[in-house]
């Protein structure tokens, strides 16, 4: 069975950086591309970017590619996201994905929370 | 970047009936729609891809349709089940953006 645990989340100052995790198993990671998309309280879906099966490279959404770095540690079995000088607007819902081909997104995470606030 | 609009926001319904939900995009994309559908705190699951490609596991009830812009969704006799919200994503090109999503509630 597919399983994405994320971790990582929680309340954070604006300007911060914060590290998201994601652990998976019931698959081949090394095998796939990788994906974060964010959810806003508002409901609004955002895809953040994407890493390599081999994690030689990433590709961003471009408002966020300044602040966000997505990596991998293929032994294991993990995906990151770096977040730096977060926002309030960085408040969302964080889900880890994993992808099929066109990208879509065939299994996600449970999701972690990140609140940014004073 | 590609913009995705869903419509309704909001459609209600009773059990027994059979809907549509429309995503159109602001250009082009051929036959690279995705669905997915949300349940009230759960994680979102994809429910077709390719606009019209289904997915192991997923009822037969829920089927796509369309190319180029506009494209749909179709529960046949929705159950109690399939109240939740319902995106589409595109991934025609990068960003891979999704719609705001159209609610499916109750009457």
């Known amino acids: 069975e597919v399983q994405l645990v994320e971790s990582g989340g929680g309340l954070v100052q604006p300007g911060a950086s914060l590290k998201l995790s994601c652990v998976a198993s019931g698959f081949t990671f090394s095998d796939y591309w990788m994906s974060w998309v964010r959810q806003t309280p508002g409901k609004t879906m955002e895809w953040i970017g994407d890493i390599k099966y081999d994690g030689s490279y990433t590709n961003y959404a471009p408002s966020l590619k300044n602040r966000f770095t997505i990596s991998r540690d293929n032994a294991k079995s993990t995906l990151y996201l770096q977040m730096s000088n977060v926002r309030s607007e960085d408040t969302a819902t964080y889900y880890c994905t994993r992808e099929e081909l066109a990208p879509y997104f065939d299994y996600w995470g449970q999701g972690v929370m990140v609140t940014v606030s004073s | 970047n590609i913009v995705l609009t869903q419509s309704p926001a909001t459609l209600s319904v009773t059990p027994g009936e059979s809907v549509s939900l429309s995503c159109r995009a602001s250009?082009?994309?051929?036959?690279?729609i995705h669905w997915y559908q949300q349940k009230s705190n759960e994680s979102p699951r994809l429910l077709i891809k390719y606009a019209s490609q289904s997915i192991s596991g997923i009822p037969s009830r829920f089927s796509g349709s369309g190319s180029g812009t506009d494209f749909t969704l179709s529960i046949n006799r929705v159950e109690s089940e399939d109240f939740s919200i319902y995106y589409c994503q595109q991934s025609y090109s990068s960003p891979y953006t999704f719609g705001a999503g159209t609610k499916l509630e109750l009457k």
């Open positions: 250009q082009s994309i051929s036959t690279s």
